[in-house]
């Protein structure tokens, strides 16, 4: 940042209404007097701060508690205005869109799902998108002009512009200009990211991993992905393809994912989930066609996971995604990453399941909203400038 100096006046004043507005969002209803204490400033400083911000709307004078009020005139209260604006996370899956809303401060109003085709154009597909959005603010008698800011998860290589490099799992998603288009739509900005990624970020915001700043979240499946966090940050690699280890089968030419749980010979469409748990289903039953595929399949995923283990010798694995719900996929990880890592790391299932990837997605749309109202620090989902 430099050294401040007399000829920084607006760089002050914004640091110093950060620092404010920081304590008030964590601190509940303080006085003058807290947030002088909390922030280091000078009372007057702080005076001055939090009436520019009862201003913008940020920051309101709380009500006085009732038994003060009966003591005599209480000291004035305030507090951060949460509800100034809304942030919406939203996952973009193969068979269904999942969105969810929350004030300033993240906490969830509201949800909503819709259904889709898996084999849904990227118009049609974007079209659900609005809708469940549309929905959703409906019933949370939420203006649409009040979003700040928009955070999606989406399957595919996502560039820092929110375009899909490459995106196999969906049609016609190589090469859309997602953050565009949907920045026409919502009119604020928009945040895309894969959505690995964006689980990651949601297991180390409120899942598995509140306590661990190096980790990996893998996306279960028949073609799995994986992110990561380092140092509390999250790696997305130079062109947005850290943690494609679905593509790891490619070095051995080994069987395809599509074929790893036949037990007919005909490849499995690796978004055919019903097919894929009927195939676990009757390995429980104790079908030999079916235990053998379940191996091969638990087999080519500890593979995968041990390759980014060794690489990036995480504290912790969060399994998530649909495998992560199928009996017999953490114990047979743990134990194999036991055999071929040289620390193994710890191994624990997703605790937000199927909301992993919009609760990521929603943390993406609280971070660019934190770093304009704060701008101190880089928050963990921040892109390189």
Same mark, same amino acid.
């Given at each position: 940042?430099?050294?401040?100096?007399?000829?920084?006046?607006?760089?002050?004043?914004?640091?110093?209404?950060?620092?404010?507005?920081?304590?008030?969002?964590? !601190?509940?209803? =303080?006085?003058?007097?807290?947030?002088?204490?909390?922030?280091?400033?000078?009372?007057?400083?702080?005076?001055?701060?939090?009436?520019?911000?009862?201003?913008?709307?940020?920051?309101?004078?709380?009500?006085?508690?009732?038994?003060?009020?009966?003591?005599?005139?209480?000291?004035?209260?305030?507090?951060?205005?949460?509800?100034?604006?809304?942030?919406?996370?939203?996952?973009?899956?193969?068979?269904?869109?999942?969105?969810?809303?929350?004030?300033?401060?993240?906490?969830?109003?509201?949800?909503?799902?819709?259904?889709?085709?898996?084999?849904?154009?990227?118009?049609?597909?974007?079209?659900?998108?609005?809708?469940?959005?549309?929905?959703?603010?409906?019933?949370?008698g939420v203006p649409r002009d009040s979003l700040r800011a928009v955070g999606v998860g989406s399957p595919g290589i996502v560039e820092a512009d929110g375009t899909v490099r490459l995106g196999t799992a969906l049609p016609g998603w190589t090469?859309?200009?997602?953050?565009?288009?949907?920045?026409?739509?919502?009119?604020?900005?928009?945040?895309?990211?894969?959505?690995?990624?964006?689980?990651?970020?949601a297991e180390h915001w409120k899942g598995a991993a509140r306590d661990t700043g190096d980790m990996v979240f893998v996306m279960a499946g028949l073609s799995p992905g994986a992110g990561s966090l380092i140092g509390g940050r999250?790696?997305?690699?130079?062109?947005?393809?850290?943690?494609?280890?679905?593509?790891?089968?490619?070095?051995?030419?080994? !069987?395809? =994912?599509?074929?790893?749980?036949?037990?007919?010979?005909?490849?499995?469409?690796?978004?055919?989930?019903?097919?894929?748990?009927?195939?676990?289903?009757?390995?429980?039953?104790?079908?030999?066609?079916?235990?053998?595929?379940?191996?091969?399949?638990?087999?080519?995923?500890?593979?995968?996971?041990?390759?980014?283990?060794?690489?990036?010798?995480?504290?912790?694995?969060?399994?998530?995604?649909?495998?992560?719900?199928?009996?017999?996929?953490?114990? =047979?990880?743990?134990?194999?990453?036991?055999?071929?890592?040289?620390? =193994?790391?710890?191994?624990?299932?997703?605790?937000?399941?199927?909301?992993?990837?919009?609760?990521?997605?929603?943390?993406? !749309?609280?971070?660019?909203?934190?770093?304009?109202?704060?701008?101190?620090?880089?928050?963990?989902? !921040?892109?390189?400038?």
């Amino acid at each position: 940042m430099g050294q401040l100096t007399g000829g920084d006046p607006s760089l002050l004043r914004r640091i110093n209404s950060a620092v404010v507005l920081r304590a008030l969002r964590t !601190a509940g209803s =303080p006085t003058l007097t807290d947030l002088t204490r909390l922030t280091g400033l000078s009372r007057p400083t702080v005076e001055g701060v939090v009436e520019g911000l009862i201003g913008t709307g940020l920051v309101v004078e709380a009500d006085a508690e009732e038994g003060a009020r009966r003591q005599g005139r209480p000291a004035r209260r305030f507090r951060f205005r949460a509800e100034a604006g809304h942030l919406l996370g939203i996952e973009i899956g193969s068979h269904r869109v999942a969105v969810l809303l929350s004030g300033l401060d993240g906490r969830i109003i509201g949800a909503g799902t819709k259904e889709v085709a898996e084999t849904a154009s990227a118009d049609e597909r974007l079209e659900r998108v609005r809708a469940a959005v549309a929905d959703l603010l409906r019933r949370a008698g939420v203006p649409r002009d009040s979003l700040r800011a928009v955070g999606v998860g989406s399957p595919g290589i996502v560039e820092a512009d929110g375009t899909v490099r490459l995106g196999t799992a969906l049609p016609g998603w190589t090469g859309l200009p997602l953050g565009d288009r949907l920045r026409r739509s919502f009119r604020c900005p928009v945040q895309v990211e894969n959505d690995a990624n964006a689980a990651a970020v949601a297991e180390h915001w409120k899942g598995a991993a509140r306590d661990t700043g190096d980790m990996v979240f893998v996306m279960a499946g028949l073609s799995p992905g994986a992110g990561s966090l380092i140092g509390g940050r999250l790696h997305r690699g130079f062109g947005g393809a850290a943690g494609e280890i679905g593509a790891l089968h490619l070095l051995g030419r080994e !069987a395809t =994912p599509e074929r790893l749980l036949s037990t007919t010979g005909e490849p499995l469409h690796p978004l055919d989930e019903p097919a894929v748990a009927e195939v676990f289903a009757k390995a429980k039953r104790g079908d030999e066609r079916a235990v053998a595929a379940v191996e091969r399949f638990l087999q080519r995923l500890v593979h995968d996971v041990a390759a980014l283990v060794l690489a990036m010798d995480p504290e912790l694995v969060v399994v998530g995604g649909w495998a992560a719900g199928l009996d017999g996929v953490l114990e =047979p990880l743990r134990r194999e990453l036991e055999r071929y890592c040289l620390r =193994p790391p710890r191994v624990a299932l997703s605790l937000l399941g199927e909301a992993a990837v919009a609760t990521g997605a929603l943390r993406l !749309a609280l971070d660019h909203v934190e770093e304009e109202l704060f701008a101190v620090e880089k928050t963990v989902t !921040a892109r390189g400038r």
